[in-house]
Each structure stands twice: as structure tokens, then as C-alpha cells.
């Protein structure tokens, strides 16, 4: 992947965390519109709150952070968006994560069934864990029902040094009275340094969840 540039603040802050955001009403509007440039002078189409977890430390970046010489994996034949390009660069371009599996949970044994399906018309290495079926245990893309990924946890199976990504889908889940702490225990518990993919449209209080998981798993999240 191609370096991403951040769209970096002019004047960032003496601890290296984003200051915080201006009234642009207050702001001239030649002012306004140079604020609206990055540093390249193109416009700045997307923005991102970040949670920080306490005591945070910015890693230090270097010239070959960005590069990632392997193709990947998916191409598509359209562009990103700019909010989409943006968060790949911040996810992809680090390498802080050194698992080689990706686990992708979900809430139903239908939604783990039709996600396996379709992943495996597009990838070769695809297995599925839903507790009554189980097909490649040992592939590098695992699917599971969140129980699933808990009971692992709790066994500290082999698998979970391996792991480099969790993506948590549906995860407004995480609200329901009987089965949310499920999904608490499973972000709670998960192997240090790996990296979070929370996906779901109806979670209301989006910033409030980052800051807990930025708290309570120690992770950046934006």
C-alpha cells in the first residue's frame, strides 16, 4: 500500500495529540478556507475523533512505516473514499501487530454461516467456528460466533497468540441485557496488541464506546 498522508494540524499540540477543534464561525473566510487544506493544499473531506487510552505514547514513525511491498489481499475496481482511504492508512500502515490471523465474530449462527460463504468466494484460507460445525480450524481467517471467541479466551487457546485482528461485527450487541457482557469480557480479554474492527449502524453513543474500549483494553481507537 502506497503511503497514506495524514491530515496533520499545522501547529499540532507539545504531546503529539491533535488540538482541540475551533469555531470556524469565528474564523475569517480566507482563514477558513486555508484551514480547510491539508498540508498539500487539497481539501480535508473527512475527519476523525480519536480515544486515547491514559498514559498514551505516539509511536515513533519512520519513512518505511507506510510501505507494505505484499499486494493485497481484495482489490477493487474503484476508488476509496477519502474517509476510507484514510482509516487504511491508519490501521494498515503501522506494525505494531505481529499475529498472522484475523478472527471475524458475530452475534447468530446465520450471520457467521453467510459471512463464511462469502469470504470464501473471494479468499483461499477461510474456517468457520459456531460451535455445532467446525471447517479449518487452522486457517488464517477464522469466523465465530462471539461465544465462541470468549470460550477461547477463557481456555487461552494457541490461537490467541496468533491473532492480529478481531473484527466485531453487529456490535451494538454489546447493549443487550442478557448477552452484552459477552461482548464486554471478549474486548476486555483480548491479546495485547491486537487490533480492533468494530462495525455496526445503530450505535448512538459511538465516542462514549471508543473511550471505553480505549480504557478498559488499552487501545487507540478512531
Same mark, same amino acid.
Given at each position: ?65 507506510? @510501505? ?17 482511504? @484514510? ?61 465462541? $471467541? ?14 492480529? $485482528? ?11 441485557? @442478557?448477552?452484552?457482557?459477552? $461482548? ?23 465516542? @462514549? ?14
Amino acid at each position: 500500500m502506497s503511503a497514506v498522508k495524514r491530515k496533520s494540524p499545522s501547529n499540532p499540540t507539545a504531546d503529539g495529540l491533535p488540538p482541540k477543534k475551533s469555531n470556524m464561525d469565528d474564523v475569517p473566510p480566507s482563514a477558513a478556507s486555508v484551514a480547510a487544506l491539508n498540508v498539500d493544499g487539497e481539501p480535508i473531506t473527512c475527519l476523525h475523533d480519536v480515544s486515547y487510552p491514559e498514559g498514551y505514547v505516539a509511536p515513533k514513525t519512520s519513512a518505511t512505516v507506510h @510501505e507494505n511491498p505484499k499486494p493485497p489481499a481484495k482489490e477493487f475496481a474503484f476508488s476509496l473514499d477519502p474517509f476510507q482511504s @484514510e482509516e487504511f492508512g491508519s490501521h494498515f500502515g503501522r506494525e505494531d501487530c505481529r499475529g498472522t490471523r484475523v478472527i471475524y465474530t458475530s452475534p447468530i449462527k446465520a450471520l457467521s454461516n453467510q459471512k463464511y460463504r462469502e469470504f470464501k468466494e473471494e479468499f483461499f484460507e477461510v474456517g468457520l467456528m459456531t460451535g455445532d460445525v467446525t471447517i479449518e480450524p487452522n486457517a488464517s481467517c477464522l469466523v465465530m460466533r462471539m461465544e465462541i $471467541w470468549r470460550s477461547m479466551q477463557y481456555k487461552g487457546t494457541e490461537i490467541l497468540r496468533e491473532v492480529a $485482528w478481531i473484527i466485531f461485527d453487529e456490535v451494538h450487541y454489546m447493549r443487550d441485557h @442478557e448477552r452484552g457482557v459477552v $461482548w464486554e469480557e471478549s474486548i476486555v480479554m483480548s491479546p495485547k496488541n491486537v487490533r480492533f474492527v468494530f462495525l455496526s449502524a445503530t450505535v448512538p453513543n459511538a465516542k @462514549e464506546f471508543a473511550d471505553w474500549v480505549a480504557k478498559h483494553a488499552r487501545a487507540l481507537l478512531r
